[in-house]
Structure formats: C-alpha cells, structure tokens
T-cell receptor
Framework: QKEVEQDPGPLSVPEGAIVSLNCTYS??????FMWYRQYSRKGPELLMY????GNKEDGRFTAQVDKSSKYISLFIRDSQPSDSATYLC????????????FGKGTHLIIQP | DAEITQSPRHKITETGRQVTLACHQT?????MFWYRQDLGHGLRLIHY???????NKGEVSDGYSVSRSNTEDLPLTLESAASSQTSVYFC?????????????FGPGTRLTVL
C-alpha cells in the first residue's frame, strides 16, 4: 500500500460547483499537509498549507485535515474554468528541510 | 524577482549516456530537492541537500547523483541513462528547516531516453 492514496480522476464538474478533493495516508507521523496545483507542463505551485488537524480557509479554498482518520480534503467553492488543473496532496513528518511525500494527483476539469 | 530555473527544459538522449540537468535558485535557500514525476506514481524524491557539500538520498536515488558546491545550484546527473529514467524532473527549494518552510518548484525538465 502506497503511503499516500489519491484518486487520479479525471473529475469533471460544471462551473460554479463545489469541488471536493481528497487524500488518505498511512503514516501517522505526518504532521504537515499541503495542496499543490499543477497546470499542464508547469511546475507545482503551493496552494494551501496546514498543520495537524483542523481547517484552513483562503478565499475560495478550504483545506481540512482529520488526523484520526488519516484523511485530508481540499474544497473549492464557486469553481472556475481556470481551476482546471491537477491537484497534488503532499505531506511530511517534520521540519521544512524534509522531502515531501506526494499523492499521485487528481486531474480536475471545470466545464464552462 | 527571485526564482528557480531548470535547464534544459527538454532533453532527448540515448541509453548509456551521462546526462546532467541543471537547477539554479536565486532565493538563497539552504535546501534543494530533486523529484521525478511519472504517470501513475506522482512526484517521488530523488536526492536532496541541506547546504553546500551536503547531499542525501531520497526514495528513488539509484542511477542518480548530485553535488552541491554553492548555495544556488544543485545539478542532477544520470550516470548512465536508462529508458526507465524517461520522466519529468522537478527541482525545488526551501529556505531553512523551520516547520512552516515550504518548497517552491521549478518549471521542470522533460527527459526522454531512447
């Protein structure tokens, strides 16, 4: 079993819908959780960064972490065609110098 | 503006050749990382460095090497390229070791080994 599981999709939703993206993980030592967005043929860019359990909101984006269930989510409200991209969850155990463990990424398509 | 760049952006090589991919960052970040991204596997860590003269192996380091002679650069060398190393390679950097420090990624190098 891979450390981080993420449904690759594609996930296709109409413009304006609420999108829910999820990852599960097996390593209980993970404490820091990130969501990256990657457009086609580009490098990943950091979208959200959370620590331990709880919620974090930034504009239309909300990140949730449930460490007891080893489950993290990213919600996108009022989705736009420009949100169409691959969304990668990533996590690490401790300090910022550690490498990240990534999910495979979910390909999201927002239909105009 | 500070940034992280990779070169070349595209490379085609033959099996058995030595290949070096360049990564350069102008943020003066201590930490630098190399990942590869493959369909069905996501991003996987190859090597990383915490500073000059420091290098460490990641999850998929076999067949790769790095050296860190200055803060700005971390070149990745494929000693003898294999078809299994056809991939997209991303370099990343982060400032220090603080728990809130995050990694910033370059634009990637698409490598094809024939």
């Amino acid at each position: 079993q891979k450390e981080v599981e993420q449904d690759p999709g594609p996930l296709s939703v109409p413009e304006g819908a609420i999108v829910s993206l999820n990852c599960t993980y097996s390593n209980s030592a993970f404490q820091y959780f990130m969501w990256y967005r990657q457009y086609s043929r580009k490098g990943p860019e950091l979208l959200m960064y959370t620590y331990s359990s709880g919620n974090k909101e930034d504009g239309r984006f909300t990140a949730q972490v449930d460490k007891s269930s080893k489950y993290i989510s990213l919600f996108i409200r009022d989705s736009q065609p420009s949100d169409s991209a691959t969304y990668l969850c990533a996590m690490r155990e401790g300090r910022g110098a550690d490498g990240l463990t990534f999910g495979k990424g979910t390909h999201l398509i927002i239909q105009p | 503006d500070a940034e992280i760049t990779q070169s070349p952006r595209h490379k085609i090589t033959e099996t058995g050749r030595q290949v070096t991919l360049a990564c350069h960052q102008t943020w003066n970040h201590n930490n630098m990382f190399w990942y590869r991204q493959d369909l069905g596997h996501g991003l996987r860590l190859i090597h990383y460095s915490y500073g000059v003269q420091d290098t460490n192996k990641g999850e998929v380091s076999d067949g790769y090497s790095v050296s860190r002679s200055n803060t700005e650069d971390l070149p990745l060398t494929l000693e003898s390229a294999a078809s299994s190393q056809t991939s997209v390679y991303f370099c990343a950097s982060s400032k220090q070791s603080g728990v809130w420090d995050t990694q910033y990624f370059g634009p990637g190098t698409r490598l094809t080994v024939l």
